[in-house]
């Protein structure tokens, strides 16, 4: 039997008509690629987008096409997240990032039939441009004054033109919520990018689940300072979520070195503040330089990877900056597990504290986890066994953009790759890439570990640990360490220097010592590179 | 174009399945009908309202059917929220404050197939069953120990064997999340109830914005007591909120005077409570009597009516407690808007601040709110011009259950048959019932402003406005006064009194002094009755 409620689709533009109508006066405040601090309000915000709205649809945007953006966190960024898909269009953020061709492949791949770009992009859109097959119409992100005198795009328009153009007697269209809304490509270490296709129903079931208290905890008394990049998985939501709430944003724009972020933090009271650890080590090493300290921040919000544990401390020590861990996936929305206390932590010392910090946290409620062992059998929930991470729940791809495959699920669940822990509490913890955990013996073993172990001894400059092949126990840990200039070790040295930090049968075979590890673009150890290299190791000695 | 996201229906199960996984060992504590105090977790729960599920289905109650509660808060209720709903049938929550006679004809017209009581309400359920016409199984929440000796109830069952009889091996079925989960009936001052027929999506939509920081605010850490019932529209959701944030709960059981509940609050280290103010003055008197404090509580949500400024001051100053106003219907599941500030309102001074937590609060999001006129046009939204308030949203009734009538919806909205207004910052503020509101000369004039002013003067024990015939103005206000013991007072003073404190064509044209206003079973002024006696007063006068 049907129940007898109003049938209202959850819709992307819904949440700007709410902060329109009861945050009209809040900011949003931008550092324009132009130069200079744009501020406005929501009211002016919505104003703008249905203008955008009605601008899109007279270049031909039809409902259910693509509209690229390759833009840095800005006011008109956000609009463009609310008038694409506020108007059923699909909003395709694309990572500027990523090398000419990927970006030029992922436009292809996903037929942008606008391509809307910061000047600060004029030249990779100028390297593509003969690539692009789909797109009719280029926006430059400007203002006319701003327009560049001299380029090589034909018929290349200037968005404020656009906007002025229009006026903004729209009314935003009803459809179902299950209605794409919005597209943005993972790229892995091989083969293509994989589009992950949003909903507007996963988009604000995401974000009701991300204002929680125990997830970002996000009011109407925030100010939110959005440092993750709107193109990587919609700013991890935040720009929806302050819709919702109300709160004021910060858009850094394109400067994100520590001064230029410090001085909008303060400048503009910034009450949390979310990024990656690279960005805020760069931040907290300007502060201290300064000798400066965090007058409104209570927290930062920290993804991406783990938070350093020196980091962690740092923050909430020297700063009062509380640190909260979340955890997700370009597949999920982003948003998995954010971590926060239980009310067993808040009396614990601040080393039980910090343990609990370190995890990736508890699951937002929507959110499945559950852990598949080496065997394929589901293991307990206990703080000890890993197994492979799985994921279930409304804001999670079924499948891959213009795929039917499911090869990433299971059973209706999607493999994050990554072998993890949870805690009877609900923590997890991610020990490993599920490519390359150590399988050895039926067991698994967590190259993470081994290698966190390693680079604390004195004499290591860096360290990966790798599965390699065994007759007996089908793998084994084989570590390869780069020295310190100037020291010198053995492998019993650092085979000793395990001894008490771990299971014994956990110790490497064997330890290689390398004059270099290599690093990928985005400063990640290549251990398939050392796979294909040191994989035959311990077989060769054996 | 449809996004490629995973397909999971909104379930009240999966709250519980959530809360079980990561949230096991947290408390449920209930005041015992039968005495005492009972404590178990949610892992408990949750095998208990399996086992439950499993006993419904072997009563016979299939998918779609009603089964009825006549119960206090506790876990026993709870069990049944869970166990009921999320098996596909419907969870009838019946109020045993109303008459016998529309006990029995609620029941009948929602067909209920099971009826499961306390012992509290043995009385009750044997006044009536003869009137029961489609129940077919009678249960006592109770143990076997417990079991009344003697009744009148043929085949009457006992709640722990229905339990004992059954495993916890049940998985919980997945179905449309449209679904009707629980039926919760109002009663107006005439004609028969209405039942508002929620949804598993409504129900949880509602959880997810029902626990923001801006509404109820509910984590992990907090522990909540709903001493608001749970047979009155779920008690406010938080049965599911709970679950969903995982926080402890304490349930009062059947006593909610002030020394109940105070000793419950503080051995349990209750941080919010939520009821009606009625209640909250048995606690403050309590409190105060025994010269107690709260040790861990930092708010109270009030609902039901607006808290009394004396109330809010207390609980603010002399207790450090915040007092949270929330608004709602119980065809709005039930909350639609719930007072906290802004950041302009945080360096305010405490009277200014008092006006903003004196009125009803923001929407949450997914709750639109709009003001009709009295000419049926869209009213701003200035704080001051009033109209009626419309509500549209997915947790709102489309219809009254076995009604295809949408007599209370307008262009898709539901009339709540409140005047109010609402600020720029959007706050809402009601100022009377439309069917009390006065229309004079095609403007409105609130009764309840004029009410609370006379009911400031010393001599006015009570007093009540009502809309009389008018014939140039249609309509003007005429007083009813009730004098103090003691005290005389002339329709002179009494209309001198409200100059300089109203807009001078408020002030009401006459005054009558009267022994007595009479008053419903829920304590609030029957102005129909009033009405009806003196509406022609000022014709006749004329």
Not at 30 to 42: A, Q
Not at 162 to 185: G, K, M, V
Not at 381 to 389: I, Q, R, S, V
């Amino acid at each position: 039997m049907n129940a007898q409620m109003m049938q209202q689709p959850l819709l992307i533009s819904s949440l700007l008509v709410h902060a329109e109508r009861h945050h009209g006066d809040q900011q949003i405040v931008s550092r324009r690629v132009e130069g200079g601090i744009h501020r406005y309000t929501y009211r002016d915000m919505a104003a703008r987008a249905r203008r955008m709205a009605k601008a899109v649809a007279a270049l031909g945007v039809e409902s259910g096409q693509m509209v690229g953006s390759l833009a840095w966190n800005g006011y008109r960024h956000l609009e463009l997240y609310y008038a694409i898909s506020g108007s059923g269009a699909v909003l395709h953020t694309l990572n500027p990032r990523l090398h000419a061709d990927q970006v030029s492949w992922m436009a292809n791949h996903a037929e942008d039939q606008v391509l809307f770009f910061e000047l600060s992009f004029l030249p990779l859109v100028e390297a593509v441009i003969s690539e692009l097959k789909s797109v009719r119409h280029f926006v430059v992100m400007t203002d006319r004054e701003h327009m560049p005198s001299t380029h090589k795009i034909p018929g290349l328009l200037c968005y404020e033109e656009l906007i002025d153009a229009q006026d903004d007697h729209y009314t935003w269209p009803q459809f179902s919520e299950e209605t794409a809304s919005s597209l943005c490509y993972t790229s892995g270490t091989t083969g293509n990018p994989k589009g992950a296709l949003y909903s507007h129903r996963s988009t604000l079931l995401h974000a009701y689940a991300g204002a929680l208290p125990d997830s970002l905890n996000c009011s109407a008394r925030d100010v939110i300072m959005p440092v993750v990049p709107m193109f990587h998985v919609n700013a991890w939501g935040l720009p929806y979520i302050c819709a919702l709430v109300g709160a004021k944003l910060v858009f850094p724009g394109a400067n994100l070195d520590g001064k230029s972020l410090y001085e909008l933090i303060e400048s503009e009271q910034v009450t949390m503040a979310a990024g990656v650890p690279t960005v805020w080590q760069g931040l907290l090493t300007h502060v201290n330089s300064v000798r400066g300290r965090f007058s409104a921040m209570t927290r930062t919000v920290v993804g991406g990877s783990a938070c350093p544990p020196a980091m962690l401390q740092t923050f909430i020590e020297k700063y009062d900056v509380q640190v909260v861990h979340a955890w997700g996936m370009t597949e999920m929305s982003p948003l998995g597990t954010v971590c926060t206390f239980k009310t067993k932590h808040l009396d614990m010392d601040k080393e039980s504290q910090y343990a609990v910090l370190s995890t990736q946290g508890r699951p937002l409620f929507g959110i499945e986890l559950k852990l598949i062992g080496a065997g394929g059998e589901e293991v307990p929930h206990d703080g000890k066994t890993p197994g492979e991470l799985m994921v279930r729940g409304p804001w999670i791809i079924s499948s891959y953009y213009k795929s039917e495959s499911t090869a990433a699920h299971k059973d209706g669940w999607f493999a994050t790759g990554d072998v993890s822990t949870i805690d009877p509490d609900g923590y997890m913890q991610i020990t490993d890439r599920s490519k390359d955990v150590i399988k050895s013996g039926g067991e698994w073993i967590g190259s993470i570990d081994l290698e966190n172990i390693a680079m604390s001894h004195p004499s290591v400059a860096m360290a990966a640990c790798i599965a390699a092949r065994h007759t007996k126990w089908d793998e084994r840990p084989l570590l390869l360490v780069v020295t310190k200039p100037g020291h010198t070790l053995t492998s019993e040295e650092m085979l000793a220097f395990y001894e008490g930090k771990i299971a014994k049968w956990w110790t490497p075979d064997d330890v290689l010592f390398v004059d270099s590890i290599p690093l990928g673009a985005t400063g990640k150890m290549q251990k398939n590179l050392l796979r294909d290299r040191y994989q035959d190791h311990l077989l060769a000695a054996a």
